[in-house]
């Protein structure tokens, strides 16, 4: 929040929680993405995530998705497509994931500092959020030297 030095500005403030998660894709070299928006995180959803992710892959590609170690990318129920392979990245390095960028952009831009009346319209605000970035913007978002390198 921007404010003149010394002030003490008030903002909204929301003291009950709820979630809604986001499981998402972006191409780094096209911006391409997919996306889908879930009450929770688990396996059940990282398996129907991959599958979609599997037939978006152009045929006779292979793709690969990089991930951090949380518990529903590394579950032994995991369901991995042929055409997928997973790179997870070293412990505690969200640095290294281009698409942390995107949180970080949707937080900031439509997501912070704002009251949600319950949790629909949390899921609504999130999904029109999402569905504003086009895939110029997430190509620019999640531009990183290693991924270029990688192209």
């Not at 929040?1 to 003490?8: H, I």
């Not at 879930?38 to 990282?46: G, L, R, S």
Request: glycine share 4%.
């Amino acid at each position: 929040m921007w404010a003149e030095k010394g002030s003490r500005p008030q903002r909204v403030r929301q003291t009950e929680y709820e979630w809604v998660y986001l499981y998402a894709a972006v191409n780094a070299a096209t911006g391409a993405s997919s996306a889908m928006l879930a009450p929770t995180v688990n396996t059940d959803y990282m398996n129907a995530h991959l599958q979609f992710i599997s037939k978006q892959v152009t045929p006779g590609s292979h793709g690969i998705l990089v991930l951090d170690q949380a518990g529903w990318h590394m579950a032994k129920a995991l369901q991995v497509p042929e055409n997928l392979t997973l790179l997870h990245l070293p412990p505690y390095s969200p640095e290294l994931n281009p698409v942390e960028r995107v949180w970080q952009y949707l937080r900031s831009n439509y997501l912070s500092n704002r009251v949600f009346k319950d949790y629909d319209h949390l899921f609504d605000v999130t999904a029109t959020a999402w569905n504003r970035l086009d895939q110029e913007q997430l190509k620019s978002i999640c531009h990183t030297e290693w991924t270029e390198r990688a192209i």
